[in-house]
């Protein structure tokens, strides 16, 4: 096997005389966009969960008898997970789709699931969310925002790492 040879900004692989070259997306397009989804998904997550009354921000208050409500540790739980399970999955999708390893269907289902996700969270957007002041609302937006950016980093380098010991990921060749 050959090593892997730089031609613009994609990789290369050739196996034996006569197979074609397969297609591996460079490591750090799949790390960028792994994140970039991860973090886009999270916040698409957050406003829908807002609507639904899955309040981020219902950390800083307390009910009537005191205590934190549920919700909002599940609205925490939620953001984080959908952030670190979204960039592992595209991570994961990019470095089998080049090589052929994951059937289109797959590819084509979860580009579905992301459109419909971000599609659901332009209209929750737009719609009243609850009743809270503006500061809360900003803050619980930009906890979000850094809950999903640190996950989807996080899920993405998680998946990198696993994957670096695959053959696309090889730099020796071996």
Not at 60 to 87: Q, Y
């Amino acid at each position: 096997m050959q090593p892997l040879m730089t031609i613009g900004h994609s990789f290369h692989e050739t196996g034996k005389v006569g197979m074609p070259a397969k297609t591996v997306f460079p490591p750090l397009m799949i790390f960028t966009t792994a994140i970039v989804l991860g973090l886009l998904l999270a916040l698409a997550v957050h406003i829908v969960a807002v609507r639904l009354g899955l309040d981020l921000g219902g950390i800083w208050t307390s009910g009537p008898d005191g205590l934190m409500p549920a919700s909002a540790a599940a609205a925490w739980w939620l953001v984080a997970t959908v952030g670190f399970v979204s960039s592992y999955v595209t991570t994961s999708i990019m470095s089998g789709a080049a090589s052929g390893r994951i059937p289109p269907r797959i590819r084509q289902l979860f580009v579905v699931a992301v459109v419909i996700i971000l599609a659901a969270a332009g209209p929750a957007a737009s719609g009243g969310g609850a009743n809270r002041s503006t500061a809360s609302a900003v803050i619980a937006g930009l906890a979000a925002l850094s809950l999903g950016a640190v996950m989807a980093f996080c899920g993405a380098w998680f998946a990198l790492r696993t994957k670096r010991g695959s053959r696309e990921f090889r730099r020796d060749g071996t």
